[in-house]
């Protein structure tokens, strides 16, 4: 059994040092990778970033096939307040003639295929005929001039603001696309309001000179926000991948877990009985030799070590007896037969069994035994199996003349709880989880070297839950221990009135 655990051990330290070992080298491979792309790339990004922004912008581009020629037509008929409407239909004609040919182009882009395409001419491309574009939209502030109108450059202004910021919204996934399509009706727009400076306010061409600043800084703005954004989404699909990775290690540990629990199993399930056969036999023939059933024993040594074997055997048969039940209750398979039983008269038998026990080391036990309370519906097998593991305990750790008060009483809300108060030497608080633990020991009982193995209490706490109720311990150190196997009121059998001169039980519903 000893070296199964010692197997089964060394197999999920080897996979937990596995596991950090490859995930640290995910990680350095994943910084490795993302440095290296980021010192290649003279923009600051992932190169892979690069095919993601320019689609961005087609898409962008595309979303507006409909809105930019409404636009053209709305700018071209004001200005034919101040030009030939010749000139501005020229003008319209040739402005959507170039909008046609982006439209044309960021549809190949995004039907063309990802491996195949060269991003590189792609975005010489879009780059061309942005500036194709904004030479085309700064020429309406060229058209000459057949009328005197006092608020022309405010129109022209007004036009400047809505191509720029159009611009800017539309194409800050390239930045060097913003810069191409604003910056020509900016240098037009501010060097018409520079040539009629003195017919024209200053504050106006201040604030076309503000504008443009704020547009350009607004497009960086946005270029930097969507950069963050795909680098949230990248370290996002980095954390899924780990995610899935963790979740096959750890599927694959828990197969493994199960499989070495099943093994357990059955290996308990074979060696039980290969266990009992001869440990009955020794415990059968250590008992008529240390009684000298046959005769008596020429030596007294002989009669000292036929009780030691006697001894060491009853113990290895009891802790196989409770590795086999903790083991069946883990499984699933320890099966109840319950029926309704007195939990007073069940604490009184335990504390029969250990009276002699107790007197030895001068302890005395005294019985709170509430011996009215109605009957419990539950394994008596069972609850005779926590009260005396509890009992037990008390006594074993309970120093000479101590005192051990074992109580049965009803709990406020109807159900049953059985109780033992001990004045023994207490458990301290960062111990509890370990003594509550399977084959945890306390520092108490290492020191006093007492028998046992560990499983009394893990046993208590299986079959309290078992009969859905709750264990309870408490301990101060120096001072006792108070232990409580507590069972819901759903357990407790009513009492019903006296019919026929008998009394008839029924469970509570």
């Known amino acids: ?58 898409k962008n581009r595309a979303s507006a096939i409909f809105a930019i ?7 071209g008929a004001i200005s034919t307040l101040w030009a030939e409407p010749l000139h501005s239909l020229i003008w319209i004609s040739v402005t959507f003639a170039v909008h046609l040919i982006k439209s044309f182009l960021v549809h190949r882009f995004e039907h063309a295929s990802g491996e195949e395409i060269d ?71 501010n060097y018409t309001i520079l040539i009629h ?47 899935e990775q963790a979740k096959a290690i750890s599927d694959e540990s828990r197969r493994q877990a199960e499989e070495a629990n099943t093994a357990k199993s059955r290996f308990l399930a074979t060696m039980s009985h290969e266990l009992r056969t001869p440990l009955n036999a020794i415990l059968g023939f250590s008992e008529m030799m240390k009684n000298e059933v046959f005769g008596p024993l020429p030596n007294d040594k002989y009669r000292e070590y036929s009780n030691d074997i006697h001894a060491s055997g009853s113990h290895l048969l009891n802790l196989i007896n409770e590795i086999l039940d903790l083991s069946r209750i883990e499984a699933g398979r320890y099966k109840l037969n319950e029926e309704a039983v007195s939990l007073s008269l069940i604490a009184e038998d ?46 074993k750790f309970t120093p000479n003349g101590g005192k051990i008060t074992l109580s049965a009483k009803s709990t406020e809300d109807g159900g049953q709880m059985v109780t033992v108060l001990d004045t023994g030497m207490g458990i301290p608080e960062n111990e509890i989880e370990t003594v509550l633990s399977a084959f945890g020991q306390g520092s ?37 221990t108070k232990v409580s196997a507590i069972f819901p009121p759903s357990r407790v059998m009513d009492v019903i009135k006296p019919k026929k001169n008998r009394i008839l039980l029924k469970r509570a519903v």
């Open 350 to 395: 335990c504390e029969n069994l250990l009276r002699i026990r107790a007197s030895a080391k001068d302890i005395a036990i005294v019985l709170d035994l509430d011996q009215t309370m109605p009957k419990l519906w539950a394994d008596e097998r069972a609850i005779r199996q926590i009260i005396l593991n509890i009992l037990t305990n008390a006594v």
């Open 1 to 58: 059994m000893a070296g199964v655990s010692n197997t089964q051990r060394s197999s999920a330290n080897n996979r937990d040092i596995n596991s950090a070992r490859a995930a640290k080298r995910r990680a350095v491979l994943r910084t490795v990778h993302d440095v290296r792309e980021q010192l290649n790339n003279k923009n600051g990004y992932r190169p892979s970033f690069r095919h993601e922004l320019m689609m961005m912008y087609a």
């Open 444 to 480: 108490a009982a290492i020191q006093m070297a007492e028998e046992g193995s560990g499983l009394g209490l893990s046993i208590v706490q299986a079959l309290v839950n078992m009969h859905d109720g709750k264990f309870d311990l408490q301990s101060e150190l120096r001072k006792g």
């Open 197 to 243: 400076a003195s017919q024209v306010d200053t504050t106006l061409s201040l604030m076309s000179i503000g504008a443009i600043f704020f547009f350009f800084l607004l497009s960086k703005q946005l270029y930097s926000s969507t950069l963050a954004m795909l680098n949230f989404r990248v370290e996002k699909d980095f954390l899924i991948t780990e995610l």
């Open 69 to 75: 020629p409404v636009l053209l037509l709305i700018s």
């Open 119 to 189: 991003l590189g001419a792609w975005q010489r491309r879009f780059i061309f005929w942005e500036v194709v574009g904004g030479l085309a939209w700064a020429a309406i502030l060229l058209l000459p001039t057949t009328k005197e109108l006092s608020y022309l450059e405010e129109y022209q202004f007004a036009i400047m603001l809505v191509v720029v910021a159009l611009t800017t919204m539309l194409n800050f996934p390239i930045p060097s696309t913003v810069w191409a399509g604003s910056l020509p009706i900016a240098l037009v727009i």
